[in-house]
């Protein structure tokens, strides 16, 4: 019963979360633009298909309207930006913030012409808001991949101290020293040792985060260049697909940051 109230829980925290349930639509929008894909090759599904279709673009109408103010994420970006970084990291952090504050003010123009408040052309507003997601997941992407190797050599760095630690421990039980000394000195080692293994725990779950971030980016790359290239025209199940997956990742980082 207990169990069931935490996760009850979990999951009413994560919905009353407005970036969960943007995660949350996305997934479901892009999941029946794949489902949709399949069902127009069916001829007798083709009413049905037109109304996964309208529904499909009423979520995403509504998305937009729930990331109005958003582009203030972007300069949070900016003016939180890590002092220890690399002036890399720093470089593309900012080129992504820069690439996000065009994107999201531009998405909200597209909804406002399409819900006629404000008479200009949509399909223009719309393409210049792709690409600017789209440069912002090239950044996004840059980063995490970056990053990576980062914490791998700190890794590798983090081995060879453990390896390090074992052969003098391994040395001082082999030597002829006084015991409360060698007791004292293993002691020290015993101490480092455990630190040495807590801080390779934590890079790793750093590095498996980052992994799942590297794919999120991949698969938001077609999804975003679909919409940023006129000449581009990507299969609809594929660009479903990418979306699915990149959505149900973000979600999934969004639901371990909130349990934890």
């Known amino acids: 019963m207990e169990k069931s109230r935490k996760i009850v829980g979990v999951v009413v925290s994560n919905l009353d979360n407005v970036t969960t349930r943007d995660k949350l639509y996305r997934t479901i929008q892009y999941f029946l633009r794949f489902f949709n894909y399949f069902l127009l090759k069916k ?5 049905f298909s037109a109304r996964l279709s309208s529904l499909e673009k009423g979520i995403s109408d509504t998305r937009r309207l729930m990331r109005f103010g958003k582009f203030m994420l972007a300069i949070k970006d900016i003016i939180n930006l890590d002092p220890n970084a690399s002036p890399i990291i720093q470089l593309f952090t900012v080129l992504r913030a820069i690439c996000n504050s065009i994107y999201f003010p531009l998405d909200h123009i597209v909804w406002l012409a399409k819900t006629k408040v404000l008479h200009v052309d ?7 808001a792709s690409r ?3 440069l912002a997941v090239i950044f996004s992407f840059l980063i995490d991949t970056i990053t990576y190797f980062n914490i791998k050599y700190q890794l ?9 630690l074992l052969i003098q421990n391994q040395s001082n039980n082999d030597s002829n020293n006084d015991s409360n000394n060698n007791n004292n ?11 040495n293994q807590q801080e390779i725990k934590k890079l790793n779950n750093r590095i498996n985060a980052i992994i799942r971030r590297i794919i999120l980016d991949f698969a938001d ?8 290239f006129k000449n581009l025209d990507l299969n609809t199940g594929f660009v479903g697909f990418c979306g699915s997956l ?13 349990r934890d």
Do not use: D, R, T
């Open 185 to 195: 000195e293993n002691f020290e080692i015993q101490q480092q040792y455990n630190l």
């Open 43 to 47: 001829k007798q599904f083709k009413s």
């Open 246 to 258: 990149s959505s149900l990742l973000a979600l999934y980082e969004l639901w371990f940051a909130k």
């Open 132 to 134: 600017g997601w789209f």
């Open 221 to 228: 790359m077609p999804v975003s260049a679909n919409g940023a």
């Open 122 to 128: 949509a399909a223009y507003f719309q393409l210049n």
């Open 156 to 164: 590798s760095q983090l081995y060879q101290k453990k390896q390090q």
